[in-house]
DNA sequence: GTCCAAATTGTATCATTGTATCAATGTACT
DNA sequence: AGTACATTGATACAATGATACAATTTGGAC
């Protein structure tokens, strides 16, 4: 059912955000999209960690603290879904959250390769201008 | 798994040369000559340092300058391993392209989310002011 | 339909592995 | 001596993996 999901998930196991974070954060950021909508079923732990060559610990780790933060329900038996009404923090929160971890990323791993806050900044601006008003680009 | 690594490491405690750069300079001549392939794990700290009868923060201290060169790649709780791509980022052309893609997916997702370039701009601002300066020790 | 065993799904607990922090030791230079 | 720095050791911690368990669903026997 999710197949889609799992497939858009990508963790990176040497960056030095933590796996369960990296599945965290896009989560998150596929329900601000709504690649995820309200009521999707997730896939289950053992799927996802099966797809991600990781321990399902790990995932469930990630699941059981997306549930603590009121944006998944998880239940024993029956599988993890999306909270049927996510305002927990409302979808403008969310959606901000997720630019501020896309944003950290980027600087992480820029900061990881040894490069200058200004060719942080310089690359970013080539990209804005490169990349105009355009969203689907085959990834 | 390679224990004919860790039995083919010899490090001399009387040498004047420390004993982390002793096996930092055993493991990147065994990557040389393919003794230690791309995917290979290597023993785990404490591993390592009960076969060298060495303090197991020793041979951690290798792994971390080794994983900052880009040799190897340190994962906590989960080992160590050699780079799928052996060459340690040695061309700056590399490098620029990784940060170019960095930046392209940076933008692509924040773009997703529906915000605009000044946003974009605004939240890696936020970020560089928030994530330090890391010390280049080594190399 | 009811019941029960098996499969499926998340949970709990502990072991394993690398990380962070500080202390102890040694060496070189005043 | 005394100071400064590098190296190594000790300890606590964080992230992941392995295993056994509990709740739920599923499917066949009756």
Redesign the pocket.
Known sequence: MNKRFSESIEIDLRS?L????QIIEQVKRQIADETLKPGDQ??????L?EELR?????V??S??ML?EAGVIS???????YITEKPPPMGSEHLRRESLTALASRYVREARRLGFSFDEIRQYLQDQLEVQPEINNEGE
């Open positions: 030095d933590p796996i369960y974070l997730l896939p289950t732990v053992r799927a960690a990781i321990n399902f610990n790990t469930a780790r699941y059981r549930d998880t239940q024993q038996g029956r599988g993890t």
